[in-house]
């Protein structure tokens, strides 16, 4: 059966016994009315809610199953089924109906219906076993096939990188050749340059180039012009008069942060204001201005206030006793008086220390709080005088902003006074204000708008759609001047992109102005606007003339310009070529680094040739002279590297891998077929054919694609059987983990039966040594002592199976490198022997019967150490990707040995204190004849007590070196048993 059902079991059988029980009673019942009838019902109703509960969590634990353990599954679902579709539930509702009402007999009927009903959903559950051996096999070929898939992944990431690399290898062989090419066209155009040719015919269109984009950005710059000089028109026809838009929306934004400010200075004042006072006070009097112990925030009256020492409403003269408050020494009312000559008790609450913090932090919060509502005065007091000075601002904005700021003044000041709760109506009244003067501005905030809105017709609109043609022109004319062949044509369109920008950004301004209400500001940022694009036409005219009236020198040295420029572009793509062709065992510099070198020095000569220009045309055509023939260098060390790359990738063709992927995908095929063989209804193990066959069909195709050369296509095919591979391997690492977790807890469950089984095994043991012990007389006759001796000989038996059974198991623990546990149970089998050996002797006495004890506690903890670790659920933490698949779990984890450690020094702790009962009584039973045994009792337990403390404290430093050993990895071949020694006689 599967581990987890095995509760769902045991559940099911503790509710069948319940019910035998409770035949039992109602057959000792029968023909009676017992006060007890409503106790029994009672307890039948916890069984039919015990049932009910129990087939919710199967259905639960039916879907956990279905998809590694289909038929448990199913048997899960029809118990289920079975509890909650036959009437089982009404049944047991009848019985309790029937125990309420004393009618045993019909509930005994009842009863046996009910067991025999649970009887057979217990067969039902137990009808196919799932046994460890088949789990044990199952995670054995999951564990073979996940490395399997694993290897044939890292097999086939090997050929993908390799195809990866021959695909990049080719792009940069193209790159290769288009430099080539380029380097051999410039050199074409520079050769000529020398020569004298016309540059012109040298360099075809580029002229014509450079004077359509001229043309064009002209023709923008002009059409912007004439367009915002209609707008310009239009801001110009407008009311003179501007509207206070802008300035009312900063006061509405101004009112608004006030608000909330308001907001928090009202939560500052009501803590203050509901802060308690200190409970406890240093003796002596109260400092000037201090609020005395028990007196409310606000009671406080400013010197002056008082007269003669009384106040008004009834209220207590400072110093005077309050009604139900206790002169010093005297006790308060319902409290006994202290006798004379005994101390009096301390008054509960805080310390004087602790009185004097509160008070600190008390008086720094009221000191917070003034600074803050004098700062919020000011802000107001600013605020009302901005809205009285603006004009268009409404009457009634202009005296709620004035009564906010008194009133906001008047909190400052109760709030100096110490009068909080005073201060909270006037900071309520101020917000109420300010929140009237917001309304007052809000609503001539909207009908400006209205009115502005009326009057400019969309002009604002039709302002920022130029602003866009703007912008978008500006990026296009410094496009166009990084292309442009002449000098010339480059700096005018530079100038007029420039231009145009700053156009763009008036036109902007001019935009918001109009939204504003700003005519002026409007009408002023519309003709900078105009003017910046008057200016990028004239510039852009400026290169237009100068292009067309160029020399022929002038076109020769704008043109040699032209080269240099391009001769460093092709070195820049020399250079990148250079790093990803460069092989790793070259020794000194390359071809390409040579062609780098060659670029450099033909572009710096280029530079000087146009440098020299007219003025020198001598030294020009040497420069010239210069560039060609280092082009040409920089040509054939291109050519050169460009045949060898050609040779390499010619030997290293992808075809060669065609068989070694037609394998991968075979070996990947025979993998699904097992997995779907493998799958028997299981869902995970489905899906992880389905994934494996899609990852061989996609491997088929990257053979297909390697043996065509067609290295993009091999690639991504490649990646496609890569990731669907990854994905196999990590469903199968999911699945493997499931399974190791179920093995696990079902090896836990049978070490607790198992457990379970020895604990009770000693628990009989134990009582009949105590009867055994309890019939003893301190005299025995032999004949007592042979009747003693036989019935000790089958005890002495039974211990030793049980201890034997012991050593079983600790050998499974010592496998598992539990070492508190096998320690434990070690002592365990230890304790057994030696009660063995007493027993053997007829010693059924005190330190006997200690040692019973002593191995029925060490198992009861044990057991429920290891069911608190089965009801705690398992942390799903899957390793990485990349990650080694980690070893199965524990076990026993380390938190359940430390917490049986944890139990083992509490132990140590209790016995310390039991042996000073023990003590006790061996002083105390001396008289009877058996005060030196109990003495003897009280050292051996003595000297285990401090061997066992020693035994804690070595486990505490192995688990250490074990919790170190973990992260480090795991440490395979490790002794588990080697911490501390077990207890008795053989240690």
Known sequence: MSPAMTPLRRTLQASATSLVLLLLALAGLRGQDPEGSSELSEEQKAIRDTLLDLGRRMQSLAKRLEATQPEDSGRLRAAADRIHSSDLSRVLDDISELLGKASFLEAVGLEDRAVSELDAIIELLERTKFEGADLEKKLGELEKRRREVGAIADKQETLRRKTESFLDRLKALAGLKQVREDVGRIQEVQAGLEQGKDPEALDPGAAGEDQKALEKALELARRLEEAQGKVNRKLGDLPGEDLPIGKTRELLGRIDELLREAGELKVQTESVASGSPAEARPRGPRPAGEEPAGAKPGDVKPPGEEKGGETKGGEARPGAERPGEAKPGEARPGEAKPAEGQPSQPRPGPSDLEASRREAARKEAQAELERAARAFAGKLDALSKDVAAEKSAPQGSKLAASKAAEEADRAAGDLRERKPARALEHEAKATEELERARDELARELARLEESNASQTAGLSQEQGMLEGQAQEGASQVEQSSRESSSEGARESLEKGAEALRQAAESMEKAGKSVQDGDRKGARDAGSKAQADLARAAAELEKGRQALEGRSVEEKAQDLQKKLARRTEEAREKARELEKKLRRKDAQGPGKLAEAERALSEAGRAMRQAAEAGAKDPGLAKKKQGEAVERLQRAASALEDE??????????????????????????????????????????????????????????????????????????????????????????????????????????????????????????????????????????????????????????????????????????????????????????????????????????????????????????????????????????????????????????????????????????????????????????????????????????????????????????TAELIKDFQAAQQGPQGGEDAGGAGEPRGEER
């Open 642 to 955: 460009e045949k060898d790359e050609l040779a390499r990738l010619e030997k290293e063709s992808i075809k060669k891998d065609k068989p070694e992927q037609e394998e991968l995908a075979r070996l990947t095929k025979e993998l699904a077929k097992r997995a779907a063989e493998a799958s028997k209804g299981s869902q995970g193990s489905a899906d992880e054919a389905q994934g494996l066959e899609d990852a061989s069909e996609s491997m088929e195709q990257a053979a297909e694609e390697l043996s065509k050369e067609e290295a993009e296509a091999a690639e991504k095919a490649q990646e496609e059987a890569l990731a669907k591979l990854r994905n196999a391997q990590e469903e199968l690492r999911e699945e493997e983990e499931r399974l190791a977790r179920l093995k696990r807890e079902q090896e836990m469950l049978n070490m607790v039966d198992a457990l379970t089984d020895v604990l009770e095994g000693q628990e009989k043991i134990n009582a009949e040594t105590a009867q055994a012990d309890a019939g003893r007389e301190a005299r025995e006759s032999r004949r007592q002592k042979l009747k003693l001796q036989a019935l000790l000989e089958k005890l002495v038996g039974k211990q030793g199976e049980l201890a034997e059974r012991v050593d079983e198991l600790n050998g499974k623990l010592k496998e598992e490198m539990a070492r508190v546990f096998t320690f434990v149970l070690r002592g365990v089998s230890a304790d057994m022997r030696q009660i063995r050996d007493a027993l053997k002797e007829l010693d059924t006495g005190t330190y006997t019967q200690f040692l019973e004890k002593e191995v029925v506690q060490d198992l009861e903890r044990l057991i429920a150490i290891l069911k608190e670790q089965l009801d705690t659920p398992p942390e799903d933490s899957p390793p990485s990707p990349g990650q080694p698949m980690p070893v199965r779990p524990r076990l026993v984890p380390v938190v359940a040995e430390l917490r049986m450690l944890r139990e083992m020094q509490q132990d140590v702790n209790r016995g310390t204190r039991d042996l000073e009962d023990l003590r006790k009584a061996s002083a105390g039973e001396a008289g009877e004849g058996r005060g030196a045994t109990v003495s003897e009792s009280w050292e051996k337990a003595l000297d285990r007590l401090l061997q066992k403390q020693g035994s804690v404290s070595r486990m």
